[in-house]
């Protein structure tokens, strides 16, 4: 096309006629924004649930450990103790081996509770590192979702003022019930999409 017939709007080139710019240029270009922002939707609900799965998981993960962790304290306080109730009724031989017996088992019960804590606390942070990374995403999303509400905002004030017009048998006001309402540009703004 000819430099002087065409206008190039957030990277895209639109016909100039007589009225303004081509009406089915601009169809095309809201069209292939409309389906990317579909997209984005789509994309985004298959997120959410993960993130409350991973959360759950998280909390799951800090209950057990915590779990264990008392569990194996009462356990080996409690074998400390019977071992050494026992060693008391004996002769000082039997209570010096009953104490390293109690201690062995102690230490034992103590190193198996730090295992669990830490094969737990590297659970959490794998699941914390992937949970970060899907938070990056959906703020991908949001921003994306911005530039677009920014486009499609400009395009409504194109029609407002008559650069461009709505295809015929269209009203102006056809256009603002193509997008969800709370994704309306009068309902954020121009500077809240950004």
Known sequence: MEPDTTKKLWGQDFRIVPDGLDVTDVALFVEALMSR?????????????????????????????????????????????????????????IVERAFAAGAAIEEEAQRKAREKVDELQMTFSTMKRWANDEFAALKDVEERMGVFLSAYESFLSLLGKGVARPPEGAEQSDFSDTIPQEWQPNSRGADDAR
Not at 67 to 77: F, L, M, Q
């Open 37 to 93: 922002y579909q997209s984005s939707i789509d994309k985004a609900s298959h997120i959410e649930p993960l993130h409350e799965l991973a959360r759950k998981a998280v909390e799951e993960a800090e209950h057990i450990a915590g779990e264990i962790k008392r569990r194996s304290e009462e356990e080996a306080k409690s074998l400390a103790t019977e071992i050494r109730s026992n060693a008391e009724h004996s002769a000082d031989e």
